[in-house]
């Protein structure tokens, strides 16, 4: 027999579920009905482990091989996710994607996690405002999300031409707090980060330490407590740019994320364009970088203080690196 594609299989589970549960319309309908496809993949999970001879006090030769049962076992948890597949609008291609993304972030994980050691100089090195435009993909997909938005944000970009770029705020944009919070959610929710431009020289810097053996270690607060499809969407997008890279760290502490995982020893330097993260970086005896490309002139190379330089270009820190 011909094996159906998931197309059709998703089809028939449909089809087949309507006898029971209406389309869900609102997220009130789909919690319900995600409970009790929950419950009952709950219970064939069950259903499988005693098909097992899994508890540890029971004697051997108390179960069976049954391998029959076990396959009927898996076909009906593999229906019951189907079930909450659908619930949820997630379709055949879209969960292979999904599939394949999130095994991307299961290796890259493993990686971090056991990783031990570091062998040869690394670099630390920020992603948002640093590697990715955070500041203009931001505003562009708001521009296009919230057409009301766009003569404000051209205005706040206009003002803020060839200077340092403030982190705006609800009131740069005339909104309620609540509003801004719901854009912001939008933009994280929607795989607005998937589609930032590119800084420009940040590939061909990254191309430049890789040249000379460095590490790179990517450290950055996005907030992928709050949203796991970030970790996704970051490796994706570093994926979909050809940027080289080792490891992908998240902290809202980057300074004590590198002491804690004990490779201040190897770090050369630091990037980023945080003032306050770099600073603290820096008084922890780390050359760092603070990138603001807006910044040209004196301030390219400029000692803030110990350990903390101002640079607005890629090519300044392999200048000040490897004189080059």
Known sequence: MKSRDLGEIWDDQLSFNRNFFPAPITFDDRSKQTKEYALHLISEVDEL???TAWKMHRGKG????????????LTDIFKYWISLCIVWG???ESALDDYWRKSMVVRQRYAE?????????????DIDNVLADYTTGFLDWCSKEYPQMKVLIQSFMLTHKGAEMPYFMATDFHLDEGVWQEVKHRFRTSGGKLNLPVIEGAKEFLHALKERDMKIILLTSR???RYPNIYTDTLEWLQKNELPYDFVW?????????????????VRFAVDDNFEYAIKMAHCSI???????RFIGDNNGRVIEPNLLSVS???RILELEFNI
């Open 62 to 73: 108390t179960v069976q091989e049954n391998r029959a049962a076990v396959k009927d076992e």
């Open 49 to 51: 482990l005693r098909q």
């Open 250 to 266: 998240w902290s809202t502490e980057k300074h004590e994320a590198i002491l804690m995982k004990g490779i201040r020893h190897s």
């Open 90 to 92: 997630v379709s055949p």
């Open 223 to 225: 907030p992928i407590d």
């Open 287 to 293: 050359r760092t970088y603070l990138m603001q490309p």
């Open 313 to 315: 270009t890629f090519k």
């Open 113 to 125: 996690e056991y990783m031990m050691s570091l062998e040869g100089p690394s670099a630390i090195i």
